[in-house]
Nanobody, 123 residues
Framework: QLVESGGGSVQAGGSLRLSCVVSGYKYAGSCIGWFRQAPGQEREGVAVFCTPSRNPFYGDSVKGRFTVSLDNNRNTLYLQMNDLKVEDTGMYVC???????????????????WGQGTQVTVS
């Protein structure tokens, strides 16, 4: 089960931090990450964190602005979003699965387990 929170409305240039509480996460050989979907657009990978390597992967459009982290003790994945842009608007959804091959880490179709999402609106 994945439960997201932290979305909201913010002005361009602002910041938000999203949280995803996950139950049953298999630390060994798994990835967990954030994906987003804007109206009329396909879902895209934003930031993914894989364990046990603890390597983060970022979509090109968010590199340098977003940071993904995993708190093992709280079973929570965070997404710190800074310098938000209007084009960051969308439904942000947390997903997890057995770690795919590196080239596929940011591909939504590689993940079977999804949360309900939290809306982010940047104006």
């Amino acid at each position: 089960q994945l439960v997201e929170s932290g979305g909201g409305s913010v002005q361009a240039g602002g910041s938000l931090r999203l949280s995803c509480v996950v139950s049953g996460y298999k630390y060994a050989g798994s990835c967990i990450g954030w994906f987003r979907q804007a109206p009329g657009q396909e879902r895209e990978g934003v930031a993914v964190f894989c364990t046990p390597s603890r390597n983060p992967f970022y979509g090109d459009s968010v590199k340098g602005r977003f940071t993904v982290s995993l708190d093992n003790n709280r079973n929570t994945l965070y997404l710190q979003m800074n310098d938000l842009k209007v084009e960051d608007t969308g439904m942000y959804v947390c997903a997890t699965d057995t770690a795919p091959k590196v080239p596929d880490v940011l591909k939504p179709q590689r993940y079977r387990y999804w949360g309900q999402g939290t809306q982010v609106t940047v104006s």
